[in-house]
């Protein structure tokens, strides 16, 4: 959840003022000046004794200031030690966790439905962007296939991979296959890749279907020709996103240079795959703030992020947003997301949506 160790440690008075300016600026959107937060319930300290708490902060780098105001607001390393160190991670409340259920109730069991129903509600709860990224399928293990016979020269090929992915393509035939021998075929094609990722058969399936006896060579020709297009399809990553309005009402985005960038990140949608694919290798939930950021894009954004999984493949999923963000409350959403995702995503394949 760190992105790094914070090397400047602050006396409790400074851990207090930094703390408020934050939390204040978080939900104001306003620099706080020492006259706002001496008359904050807890802080029993002077105008003065804050200004000069405050200068010491900027000094370290945790707060800054506009020219045009004498308020502090907080740095990337500000908000850095803010999330470390000083929040607590708020609880969605009851109504939320239901709201959020019946919403997937509501949705059909296809993947893309449940994946873009699941950035919808991360958008609306957190009032920032809700990214999904589709889960790695490539790595699932290979089920079955399955060969249907249609019309005259035509057979409907199934994969079915472990997660619960089923694909189709249609195979044109240069001569009549008989069912029988379809379903003699596909029991010896399924033996042969048992248990291979779609990778490993992507890499190896010229060799894996070599030397085949009693089985249609041209039936095995085309399921081969056919099968490499087929994976790479499912090789393809897609990601799904909502609550593009409420990043165009952010105090931040009226910076159209600021806006400009967003929706370019938006529109340039390998760099959001890669964003969310280096946080999905780290397997736990993830926050990089503001120049943390690798990408010139979202370097006044931060970007919270975790996992869920479907099977043997995971996927990621999480919120960006300007670093002047409601931490405790979105990392809450995006834990608890990513764990009712997992369990709709099952459900979509077998069984019930559970509270948990």
């Known amino acids: 959840m760190k992105a790094s160790p914070t090397a400047d440690p602050l006396s409790e008075r400074e851990r207090m003022v930094l703390n408020s300016i934050v939390e204040d600026f978080v939900r104001n959107a306003v620099p706080v000046g020492s006259r706002v937060?001496?008359?904050?319930?807890?802080?029993?300290?002077?105008?003065?004794?804050?200004?000069?708490?405050?200068?010491?902060?900027?000094?370290?780098?945790?707060?800054?200031?506009?020219?045009?105001s004498a308020g502090r607001v907080?740095?990337?390393?500000?908000?850095r030690f803010y999330v470390d160190s000083l929040m607590e991670v708020?609880?969605?409340?009851?109504?939320?966790?239901?709201?959020?259920?019946?919403?997937?109730?509501?949705?059909t069991k296809e993947v893309d439905s449940i994946l873009d129903a699941a950035s919808q509600v991360i958008a609306r709860v957190s009032s920032q962007l809700g990214v999904v990224l589709s889960p790695r399928f490539y790595q699932g293990s290979f089920e079955k296939?399955?060969?249907?016979?249609?019309?005259?020269?035509?057979?409907l090929m199934v994969l079915s991979i472990k997660s619960g992915l089923v694909r189709t393509i249609l195979l044109k035939m240069e001569a009549e296959v008989s069912r029988e021998v379809m379903e003699r075929t596909a029991a010896v094609i399924n033996e042969r890749l048992h248990g291979l990722s779609l990778t490993e058969i992507k890499n190896t399936l010229d060799s894996r279907?070599?030397?085949?006896?009693?089985?249609?060579?041209?039936?095995?020709?085309?399921?081969?020709?056919?099968?490499?297009?087929?994976?790479?399809?499912?090789?393809?990553?897609?990601?799904?996103?909502?609550?593009?309005?409420n990043i165009m009402v952010q105090p931040e985005f009226f910076d159209h240079r600021k806006l400009s960038n967003m929706l370019n990140l938006l529109e340039s949608k390998q760099?959001?795959?890669?964003?969310?694919?280096?946080?999905?290798?780290?397997?736990?939930?993830?926050?990089?703030?503001?120049?943390e950021n690798r990408d010139e894009l979202i370097k006044y954004c931060s970007l919270i992020t975790t996992s869920y999984h479907l099977g043997s493949v995971t996927g990621t999923l999480g919120v960006i947003g300007p670093t002047r963000m409601r931490y405790p409350k979105v990392i809450a959403l995006v834990d608890f997301m990513a764990k009712v995702l997992t369990e709709v995503l099952e459900e979509s394949v077998g069984g019930t949506v559970s509270k948990n």
């Open 209 to 245: 279907l070599r030397d085949l006896v009693e089985v249609d060579a041209g039936l095995v020709n085309a399921i081969a020709s056919s099968a490499t297009p087929l994976i790479d399809q499912i090789d393809h990553r897609n990601f799904h996103f909502g609550g593009t309005n």
């Open 145 to 155: 296939i399955e060969l249907v016979p249609l019309a005259e020269k035509k057979v």
């Open 37 to 68: 937060l001496s008359k904050k319930q807890g802080i029993q300290l002077s105008p003065a004794t804050i200004r000069n708490v405050m200068g010491d902060l900027e000094e370290s780098g945790y707060l800054t200031h506009p020219h045009t």
């Open 90 to 107: 708020e609880e969605l409340s009851e109504q939320e966790k239901n709201d959020i259920l019946q919403h997937f109730l509501r949705v």
């Open 271 to 291: 760099i959001v795959i890669r964003l969310f694919e280096q946080s999905e290798t780290r397997g736990e939930l993830t926050i990089a703030i503001g120049e």
């Open 74 to 79: 907080p740095t990337d390393k500000g908000y």
